[in-house]
């Protein structure tokens, strides 16, 4: 490092607010730095890089901020970046290595804990919202999508190219495809074709140096490690090259809502027992959840995906959750890309440009947390969580999405995400709030940690087992600049179980000084810092 980036570095360890003119001598070296990278071409540097001083850094900041509670947080980044090709990422990477800086990646917003929002050290975000670009060949049935590109953006290409073809991943179109895949990337479809991570064949990373590499020269160990290992903690995932799946020309879906009157609760006692074991084909989850104010009212919502027609899928139900009293009237045929619009939210005859809106609908502080159940709850378990869940005064919900089917018959190790046979099925607890305010969140904040303690005796042990895309500071954090592999291990082998230990593994041989970190990145096996 040199003399003159050391010396704005120690300057930037000073609270930024105490001295306007580090910041600006840090803008200056950096500008500097990355107009060298590119070879003195500047042309574009005001639509790629955006400082704290700029009238764009906060509308660019906000425009993808999917849970608005990181928005009073003073550690925000130095600088946004906003390259529109790689040479302008490797630049980024480059400047931020040499100036002695983290760098945190976007390619959605939907970060459950802020990590690509907030650091306590100085920092630059990357913001992927210009890297993309979707290329469907259908010849080999399979697509190559930039990390940038949202759920949505995908869904809505693959339609326009084919109507028997779609993709397994999640339900919420605003989310970045990067980020989605890097965590496992469950959905609807996950039942019959595995998680998105799944289905992945290829991709493009850039590393610690700035190299691009392909699966290729990345190698098996780090392409087997960022499909569901949290790639962040590599490199910055430049593009996924994607395998399509067959989807039927027909599809049926349905919602249908209980109260607790109605027998709510001994609905989805039976669901836990047929839900994973129902034909693949197949997707029921319960959204247990109150009415968002002080009414403690309480309903489920039984909402369903089915690959074939109605004809196929009522003699299912008869055969396998006749409790539930489905009829065909309660049931609506589409094809694959109008469920992706049900599943979201939208209407049967929305248009699909819906799902082109890089934002969620409803923007809501959040906080969640998530567990795997391998037993059936008892019913009076279930009574208390609903019961928790009614007395919330905010809208708050458990989503219990079932795993069985091709979840079960994919090896713990085949990819990072050890979630495989043996779970019933996942639950994320979920509460959301209006008012953006520390003491709302604290309150609320104690509810998902009173309501995941209440639920102990119910889910998976040693260890207690969470996906690693509903991130949850919670169950641990990395210190400032080195963990150790043991003191990690306290969050890590609940998200990634026995692989842990192989991750940090690779983690150690491809990025040694760590330059790839954040509070809950993995850690390197060597490292014995607190």
């Known amino acids: 490092m040199q003399m003159s980036y050391l010396a704005v570095f120690l300057i930037l360890l000073l609270p930024i607010s105490c001295s306007s003119s580090a910041s600006t001598l ?90 690509s929002y907030l650091s306590k050290t100085p920092f630059v975000m990357v913001d992927l919202i210009n890297i993309r670009s979707i290329q469907v060949n259908l010849a080999d049935e399979t697509a190559w999508v930039q990390a940038g590109a949202s759920l949505g953006e ?43 991570a799944d289905n992945v064949v290829d991709a493009y990373l850039i590393d610690a140096n700035g190299k691009i590499h392909d699966r290729k020269s990345m190698g098996e160990d780090v392409f087997w490690a960022i499909r569901g290992g949290s790639a962040t903690s590599y490199g910055v995932i430049l ?55 002080k009414s403690k009212k309480f309903k489920a919502v039984f909402n369903s995906v089915f690959l074939g027609g109605i004809d196929r899928l009522i003699p299912l139900m008869k055969e396998s959750f006749s409790e539930l009293g489905l009829q065909a009237k309660d049931c609506i045929e589409m094809n694959w890309i109008q469920s992706v619009m049900f599943i979201a939210g939208f209407n049967k005859d929305d248009p699909l440009e819906f799902l ?33 869940v009614a007395e919330e005064d905010t809208l708050a919900m458990l989503i219990l999405e079932p795993y069985g089917g091709r979840m079960s018959e994919i090896s713990e190790s085949e990819i990072p995400f050890p979630h495989r046979k043996g779970n019933l099925y996942n639950i994320q607890y979920l509460v959301k709030w209006e008012v953006n305010s520390k ?69 150690t041989k491809f990025d040694p000084q760590n330059f790839f970190r954040n509070e809950q990145s993995i850690p390197l096996l060597n490292s014995f810092h607190s």
């Open 26 to 115: 840090f803008e200056n070296k950096f500008k500097e730095c990355f107009i060298n990278q590119l070879d003195g071409n500047s042309e574009s540097i005001e639509k790629i890089i955006f400082t704290t001083s700029s009238s764009l850094y906060k509308p660019v900041l906000e425009s993808l901020e999917q849970n608005p509670r990181w928005l009073n947080s003073s550690r925000k980044p130095l600088l946004i970046l906003t390259p529109f090709n790689e040479s302008e990422i490797q630049a980024g990477i480059r400047c931020s290595k040499e100036l002695g800086l983290q760098l945190k990646v976007r390619s959605g917003g939907h970060d459950y804990e802020g990590l």
């Open 154 to 196: 995908l869904y809505y290409k693959i339609s326009k190219e084919s109507k028997v073809h779609g993709f397994p991943a999640g339900t919420c179109p605003s989310i970045g495809i990067g980020g989605h895949i890097s965590g496992g990337g469950q959905g609807t479809m996950m039942r019959k074709h595995g998680l998105a």
């Open 356 to 388: 082109l809106n890089r934002t969620t609908t409803f923007k809501s502080s959040f906080k969640a947390k998530s567990d795997y159940v391998k037993e059936p709850i008892p019913e009076s378990g279930l009574e208390g969580a609903w019961k928790m």
């Open 239 to 293: 593009a996924w090259k994607i395998r399509l799946v067959r989807v039927p020309a027909l599809v049926t879906v349905f919602n249908v809502e209980r109260t607790l009157d109605e027998g709510a609760n001994n609905l989805i006692h039976r669901w836990q027992h047929i839900a994973p074991e129902l034909h693949e084909d197949l997707f029921i989850r319960v959204v247990a959840q109150n009415s968002g104010d």
């Open 439 to 507: 003491e709302a969140s604290k309150r609320h904040e104690l509810w998902a940690k009173m309501i995941y303690k209440y639920m102990t005796p119910y889910v998976s042990k040693s260890p207690r087992a969470s996906y690693f895309n509903y991130k949850d500071l919670d169950l641990g954090q990395n210190k400032l600049h080195n963990t150790s592999y043991s003191k990690a291990s306290v969050w890590g082998k609940k998200y990634f179980k026995g692989n842990f230990r192989r991750l940090a593994q690779i983690k």
